[in-house]
C-alpha cells in the first residue's frame, strides 16, 4: 500500500472518535431544537437551531485538529519518525478533518433543508422565493463554510507549529506566551494590511455579481476573484510556513 | 558507516553531548553504556534524525543525517512505551508495513508467532512485556542497514527480556545489519555484543572489543566500565 | 543461557571448552554436524561472530572441520580425538596439581587421595 494512504487510515482511526462525539453533539443539539420547537409552539425555532448547527461548522475543522494535534502529542516521535515529509503527515490530518467536515455539514445542510421548506416553509413566508433560489443560496453557503473552515484549520496548524517549536526551545510559558500572541495579533495585523491601497490593488480584481441583489440582507452583492486568491494564496503560505517549521526545527 | 564529528548537542538548559566524536563499524551488535542522562538516548537520536546536532555533523555512508535520509536506513526503537493505542497488534504491523518499503511483513510475522503475540488484541490491552515484544517485532522487521534500540529491556522482566535477546539473534541479518543498543541491563546482552562503548557527561570514554575486554584485562564489562569510570 | 558463561573471560574460549567436550563425552558423534553459526549463537545466547570465531578455533586445534558450503563437522580423524582427550586431561591435572602443591600437599598425598576418593565415588555410583 502507498505509504501515505497507510497514513490516512491512521489519522482516520485516531480522529474517528472524535467526529463521532461531534455527530452526537450534533443529534443531541437537534433534538434538543425539535424539542423547544415543540414546547413553544414554533415550528419556525427549529430552523434557527438549524441554521446556527450550519454556521458553526466554520469551526469544526479547528475544533477536529486541535483534538488531532493534542492526542497526537503523547506519539509525536513516532509521527516523526515516519519516512513521510511533514507536509503529508499534516495533510493526511487535513484530509480526514475535511471529511468529517463534509458529512457533518451535509446531514446538517439535509436537515436544514427540510426544516426551511417543509417546517417552517420559506415559499410562504417570502413568495419571492423559488427552489432555485434556495439551492443556489444553499450551495454558496456551503462552498464558503467549507472554505473558510478549512482555512481557520490551516490557521490553527500554524500555530500548532508554532508552539511546537517554541516549547521545544524556549519552554512551555514562552511557547504558551508566543503561541497566543500570533492569535491575537496575526488576525489583526492581517487585517490592517487588508485596508491598505496596495492590498486593493494586488488582489481587488475579477468582480464577480451575485444573482441576487438583495441576497442575504444585500451583504454579499458580488464576490472578488482576486480577494479569493489571496486567501488561497495565504493559506498556502501558512501550510508549507507549518510544514517547514515541523520538518526543521521541531526535536522530540 | 556513521559518523560522529565533534558533535554538540545542547538543550535549553543542559549539555547532552560535548564535543562527541566517534566512528561506527558495519555489521556489529554495539552496546552504548553509561551513567544515567550521561547522553546514551541523545546519540541514537541524533542517528535516528529526530533531533540535530547544535555543533558538528553526524553522517551515515557518508550523507547528513536528516529525518528523511534516516527513515531510509534506519529502524529506531524509542525508549518510550507507547504506540497508537486504537490499534490491535496485526493493524500495527499492517500500518508500518504501508508505511516502510523495505518492511519485511512475513519476517513481522514470524515474530509475531516467536513471540506468541495475538494479532487480534488491542494495543492498550496488552501487558508491559508484550507490548516491548511488539515494540521489538515492528523494529526488527525493517530490512535497514542500522537497527537502534533504546533501553529494550527497560521495565521488563527476564522472560521477556530472554525472549527479545533470542528474538534478536534469530531475526537480524548480521552479514547487512548494525545493531546498536543504549542498556542499563549490561548482563543482559553482554554475551552478544561485539563492541562496547562507554560514554560519560557527554563524551566518549572509551569503545573497545568485548572478547578483547574478557581477553587481556579478565574483566566483565560491568567491572570493565566501572574501572574505566573511576 | 547467558549465565551459564564467566562474564570475564573470553566466551569464544569457554564456548570452544564447552563443545569440546561434547565431543569427548560422545554427544557430539564423530562427523556429526554442528549447528550452523546463527543456530548455536541462539541456543547459546551468544553474539554470531563469537560463535565464527569459536569455530575457527577448533578448526585450528583439530576437532571439527568445515567443508566448503555444507557447515562444520566433528573431525573424523581419531588420533585427533584422541590427543584433544590427551590434551584436556593433561591439562586438568596440571591445573589439579598446581592448586594441592600450592596448597603443600606431597605427590603421595595426591595420589593415595586421589585413589581413595575415585573408590568411594565408585562405590557411592554402585549403591544408587
Known amino acids: 500500500m502507498n505509504p501515505w494512504l497507510g497514513q490516512l487510515k491512521k489519522e482516520y482511526r485516531l480522529g474517528k472518535g472524535g467526529a463521532l462525539g461531534a455527530l452526537i453533539a450534533l443529534f443531541l443539539y437537534l433534538g434538543l431544537g425539535v424539542y423547544t420547537a415543540w414546547r413553544m409552539g414554533k415550528p419556525e425555532t427549529f430552523f434557527a437551531f438549524c441554521s446556527v448547527a450550519v454556521m458553526i461548522h466554520v469551526v469544526y475543522m479547528a475544533g477536529y485538529l486541535c483534538v488531532s494535534y493534542f492526542l497526537e502529542h503523547k506519539t509525536m516521535h513516532l509521527w516523526l519518525q515516519s519516512p513521510l515529509s511533514v507536509s503529508k503527515l499534516l495533510l493526511a490530518k487535513l484530509v480526514n478533518g475535511f471529511a468529517a467536515l463534509a458529512l457533518s455539514l451535509f446531514i446538517t445542510s439535509v436537515v436544514t433543508l427540510i426544516a426551511g421548506t417543509m417546517v417552517m416553509d420559506v415559499f410562504e413566508l417570502n413568495p419571492d422565493m423559488t427552489w432555485p433560489d434556495v439551492i443556489y443560496i444553499g450551495t454558496f453557503l456551503v462552498i464558503h463554510i467549507l472554505l473558510i473552515s478549512f482555512y481557520i484549520g490551516i490557521g490553527i496548524t500554524f500555530l500548532w507549529a508554532i508552539y511546537l517549536v517554541t516549547t521545544k526551545t524556549l519552554g512551555k510559558i514562552s511557547g504558551w506566551v508566543i503561541g497566543l500572541g500570533v492569535f491575537f495579533f496575526g488576525p489583526w495585523i492581517l487585517a490592517k494590511w487588508e485596508d491598505t491601497k496596495l492590498f486593493d490593488a494586488l488582489f481587488i480584481w475579477g468582480k464577480v455579481n451575485l444573482k441576487y441583489n438583495d441576497f442575504v440582507y444585500g451583504i454579499f452583492k458580488h464576490v472578488y476573484v482576486g480577494y479569493y486568491f489571496y486567501h488561497l494564496l495565504l493559506a498556502l503560505i501558512l501550510f508549507l510556513a507549518a510544514s517547514w517549521l515541523i520538518e526543521r526545527k521541531v526535536e522530540v | 558507516m556513521i559518523e560522529f564529528k565533534n558533535v554538540t548537542k545542547k538543550y535549553r538548559n543542559h549539555l547532552a553531548l560535548d564535543d562527541f566524536t566517534l566512528s561506527l563499524p558495519k555489521g556489529k551488535i554495539i552496546g552504548v553504556v553509561g551513567e544515567n542522562g550521561s547522553g546514551k538516548s541523545t546519540t541514537l537520536k541524533l542517528i535516528s534524525g529526530l533531533i540535530r546536532p547544535s555543533k558538528g555533523s553526524v553522517t551515515i555512508e557518508g550523507e547528513d543525517i536528516t529525518r528523511k535520509v534516516s527513515s531510509a536506513k534506519v529502524s529506531y526503537l524509542s525508549e518510550l512505551d507507547v504506540y497508537y493505542s486504537f490499534y490491535t497488534v496485526g493493524e500495527t504491523i499492517g500500518y508500518y508495513a504501508s508505511l516502510y518499503r523495505d518492511f519485511n511483513r512475513s519476517k513481522a510475522e514470524e515474530i509475531l508467532d516467536y513471540m506468541k503475540l495475538d494479532r487480534s488484541k488491542k494495543v492498550k490491552d496488552l501487558s508491559k512485556g508484550n507490548r516491548g515484544r511488539l515494540k521489538i517485532a515492528v523494529n526488527l522487521s525493517r530490512e535497514v542497514p542500522v537497527i537502534l534500540m533504546d533501553e529494550p529491556f527497560s521495565g521488563l522482566d527476564p522472560m521477556v527480556r530472554d525472549s527479545i535477546v533470542k528474538g534478536l539473534l534469530s531475526f537480524v541479518d548480521f552479514q547487512t545489519q548494525t545493531i546498536i543498543i543504549t542498556t542499563h541491563e549490561i548482563k543482559e546482552i553482554e554475551p552478544i555484543l561485539d563492541l562496547v562503548i562507554l560514554i560519560k557527561d557527554g563524551k566518549v570514554l572509551q569503545m573497545e572489543e568485548v572478547e578483547e575486554i574478557r581477553i587481556h584485562q579478565n574483566l566483565s564489562i560491568v567491572e570493565w566500565m566501572k574501572k574505566e569510570y573511576e | ?128
Open chain 3, 1 to 128: 543461557m547467558a549465565d551459564d558463561f564467566n562474564a570475564s573471560k573470553p566466551i569464544y574460549m569457554q564456548l570452544a571448552d564447552r563443545i569440546n567436550r561434547q565431543i569427548l563425552r560422545k554427544e557430539l558423534a564423530v562427523g556429526q554436524k554442528l549447528p550452523s553459526v546463527r543456530e548455536m549463537a541462539i541456543q547459546s545466547g551468544v553474539n554470531p561472530n563469537t560463535v565464527q570465531r569459536t569455530y575457527s578455533e577448533l578448526e585450528r586445534m583439530g576437532s571439527v572441520e568445515s567443508k566448503r558450503g555444507q557447515g562444520t563437522f566433528v573431525t573424523e580423524n581419531q588420533s585427533v580425538l584422541n590427543e584433544l582427550r590427551q590434551n584436556l586431561k593433561k591439562e586438568q591435572i596440571s591445573s589439579f596439581f598446581a592448586d594441592m602443591k600450592e596448597m603443600g600437599f606431597s605427590a603421595e598425598e595426591m595420589i593415595s587421595g586421589l585413589k581413595e576418593f575415585i573408590s568411594t565415588e565408585e562405590r557411592g555410583e554402585q549403591r544408587d
